[in-house]
């Protein structure tokens, strides 16, 4: 177990609509990162939160936004989907990274 | 080009084999480099991680880096069923681990 919850475990959902996932880091962790893995592109980095504010920003479209909050749980919002942000959404803490299992997004 | 190329496999091997798992890159500045493992429907799990160039050993696993070729393995010895995954390379230039890179996977069959 490495520590990093991530909920919800699935979501189907149909293009257009708006879904968000959330993530605890482990305990004690200020950092949380956003990875997305979809088949064709492997892991790619999407944004960093450090301590509630922006840290870094990868390939993160802009109808996609995170935010960290005071108890350092972080939620991944997307929105306007479209069929090829059908993915696992990941998120990760601590150095190195630990990753939680995911939310695979599937929209239809 | 990819930043980091990694064969996709799948990879299969008789259980007991000596696995070996390689990805090369091209960006000079990486100096961070991880293995992770990753089981269906699971996260990536760390394996490894070193720092610049040298060898770290772990149990059956041992991590190589050579940075004067840009290239990175992962031994597994005595490979057992179990560590039938995909194995997934990773580094990173900057401290912090910020905007890790990934290879794509290997995919790896150990047969019984």
């Known amino acids: 177990d490495s520590g990093v919850t991530q909920t919800p475990k699935h979501l189907i959902t149909a293009t257009g609509q708006r879904v968000t996932l959330r993530c605890s880091p482990r305990s004690g962790d200020l950092s949380v990162y956003w990875y997305q893995q979809s088949l064709d592109q492997g892991l790619q980095f999407l944004i960093q939160y450090y301590n509630g504010e922006e840290r870094a920003k990868g390939n993160i479209l802009e109808r996609f936004s995170a935010q960290q909050f005071p108890d350092l749980h972080s939620e991944l919002n997307l929105s306007s989907l479209e069929l090829g942000d059908s993915a696992l959404y990941f998120c990760a803490s601590s150095t190195p990274l630990h990753f939680g299992n995911g939310t695979r997004l599937t929209v239809t | 080009q990819k930043e980091v190329e990694q064969d996709p496999g799948p990879l299969s091997v008789p259980e007991g084999a000596i696995v070996s798992l390689n990805c090369t890159y091209s960006?000079?500045?990486?100096?961070?480099f991880m293995w992770y493992r990753q089981y269906s429907r699971k996260g990536p799990e760390l394996l490894m991680y070193t720092y610049s160039s040298g060898n770290k050993e772990d149990g059956r696993f041992t991590a190589q880096v050579d940075k004067s070729s840009k290239y990175i393995s992962l031994f597994i010895r005595d490979s057992q069923p179990s560590d039938s995954a995909t194995y997934l390379c990773a580094m990173s230039a900057a401290t912090g681990f910020q905007k890790l890179v990934f290879g794509t996977g290997t995919r790896l069959l150990v047969s019984p």
């Open positions: 960006n000079s500045a990486f100096q961070y």
